[in-house]
């Protein structure tokens, strides 16, 4: 396996890293303080994207750093799941950036399925305004009344009526739901129950204004609500969706999934790794620069031992997440399955372990909101949930290890 970047990863670097120093660094606490201060509250009727966050945009599109994430060289910038890697590190560092480059969640991982798994209509209607970045998307999976960690739960109903879909059911953590832009909801639900557990369920291309949504409310994840994207609960009643909404076919749900989480799981990991390399970088400054008991605090505690124990934890999750990126690129998804599953326990456990070492350096002033940490510590314990807790990953690990030793 061969990691190094190639010419054209190591130019989209050093184009990143330019764009970020020289418009998303100086402006990160302002920008933040602001946001915050337009959208105070759980009530995202009012909430507006931040004029800064538009200009950004329009300008990263300007420059050729938009979509960075698709294979294609016709809709996109044609980079593989290892070349965009080291890119979603850089954009990382800032939690906010990524949508400045149309590379966010969930968009990205339901403009995958639309590439994937969706028709020429489909792709048309939802896809291309997406990669345009005019609209924004949601995921509908997880639910409120049962054990989510066991997707093959869900309780939401897809129901063919005639030429139409009827849905019916609850879902939450519905992130980007408050977000001014979205206007489409990637939807799963039970369709099939008579089918064997793993193709029971489909995946439904829902307008967020069709007649039956109700949008009840946002989230706050440790007391905040991630404005202006958000985390809804989202309830539909009797929804009705023609049949073309239907993605690939009745049943195929899952199928979908194993296709959309490989890529979207190497995307959130090396997010996660440049956010752990920004913590690091926040500690060590402020362990060199303060002073208690008569030397710097970096001196003191075992702090210089927690640094070097963060650096081996970063670069042992990077090579982990690039040796999956490399997997899915060379073999295919499925024979990255153990990569996969493994990256989304190691990385979150790593980010939180590294934010937690750069919060003990900063005192008080790591748990408000004059730095960053206290942004990717909620982060970093959300990501151990989201897609799955860290036990659905690592049964699947177990099982496909001991399925190498059992006939």
Known sequence: MDFSHNPKTLDYISRIRAFMDENVYPIEDKLYAEIHADNPDGNWKQWRLHPEIVRLKKLAKEQGLWNLFLPDEKLAQGLSTLEYAPLAEETGRVIFAPEIFNCNAPDTGNMEVLYHFGNKEQQEQWLTPLLEGTIR???????????????????????????????????????????????????????????????????????????????????????????????????????????????????????????????????????????????????????????????????????????????????????????????????????????ISAIKVVVPNMLQEVVDIALQLHGGAGMCSDFPIARFAAAARSLRLADGPDEVHMAMVSRLELKKYRK
Request: aromatic fraction near 4%.
């Open 137 to 339: 998307s949601v995921f509908g999976m997880t639910e409120p009344d049962v054990a989510s960690s066991d997707a093959t739960n869900m309780a939401a109903t897809i129901t063919v009526d005639g030429d139409e879909l009827v849905l019916n059911g609850k879902k939450w953590w519905t992130t980007g739901l408050g977000h001014p832009n979205a206007k489409v909801m990637i939807f799963m639900g039970l369709s099939n129950p008579e089918n064997d557990k793993h193709s029971q369920h489909s995946m439904v291309i829902v307008p967020l204004d069709a007649p039956g949504i109700e949008i009840k409310r946002m989230l706050s994840a440790y007391g905040d609500y991630d404005a202006p994207s958000g985390h809804g609960e989202i309830h539909l009643n009797n929804v009705r969706v023609p049949m073309s909404n239907l993605l690939v076919g009745l049943g195929k749900g899952f199928a979908i999934a194993q296709g959309r989480l490989g890529p979207g799981r190497i995307h959130h990991c090396m997010r996660a790794i440049g956010g752990a390399e920004k913590c690091l970088e926040l500690g060590i400054k402020r362990g060199l620069s303060r002073t208690a008991f008569g030397k710097p605090l970096i001196e003191l505690g075992g702090n210089k031992e927690r640094i070097a124990k963060a650096r081996m934890l970063i670069e042992q999750s990077r090579l982990l997440t690039l040796q999956a990126a490399w997997k899915i690129d060379n073999l295919g998804v499925k024979h990255a399955m153990v990569d």
